[in-house]
């Protein structure tokens, strides 16, 4: 398939991204100068305020790692809270349906895996062409059983978003 993208590839919210940290900057910036220019505040008053500003940086950094990154062998995912690397055989199938905040793995174990690195908040578009490209890597990367492949009214671009 020549669609497919050139691996390793790295799915991630570029715009949603680069908001969070921005606002990350700017809110450790404006409450260290606040607790600068404070001059009643002590030093260990002015260096919570710092502190404070530096994990509210931290939260939102946090929150723009998100990523799905694939390479040959398999997907990690990077969501907020942790990382998990799967083979592509353990993809059953990518959904990204009307209304969902981020894209969702069915995992061959039965569970489903929120990808956070898809997600169309800021930017839709690119979130379908990116749950659009994974789809595709994953079903030409998957080796399974013919039984347990999806159904052909299954997981079909035409019936979601991605």
């Known amino acids: 398939m ?5 691996l390793p590839v790295t799915f991630r919210p570029g715009r949603t991204r680069a908001v969070l940290l921005s606002a990350g ?3 450790f910036l404006v ?3 606040v607790a600068l220019l404070l001059e009643q505040l002590g030093p260990g008053e002015k260096l919570s ?3 404070t500003g530096a994990l509210i940086f931290w939260v939102l950094a946090r929150f723009a790692r998100v990523s ?3 390479d040959d062998s398999g997907v990690t995912v990077v969501n907020i809270a942790g990382r998990r690397r799967l083979d592509w055989a353990e993809i059953l199938r990518v ?5 969902d905040a981020w894209v969702f793995l069915d995992l061959s174990d039965g569970t489903s895996l929120p990808a956070l690195g ?6 839709r578009k690119q ?8 789809r595709a890597l994953v079903e030409a990367r998957s080796i399974r059983d013919p039984e347990s492949a999806p159904g052909p009214d299954q997981g079909r671009p035409d019936q979601d978003q991605g």
């Open 25 to 27: 900057v700017v809110i």
């Open 127 to 134: 979130a379908i062409a990116d749950a659009r490209a994974l």
């Open 68 to 70: 799905v990154l694939a």
């Open 118 to 123: 898809i997600q169309p908040g800021i930017d």
């Open 49 to 51: 305020f710092v502190l």
């Open 2 to 6: 020549s669609d497919l993208p050139t």
């Open 95 to 99: 959904n990204l349906r009307t209304g």
């Open 31 to 33: 409450i260290s100068a």
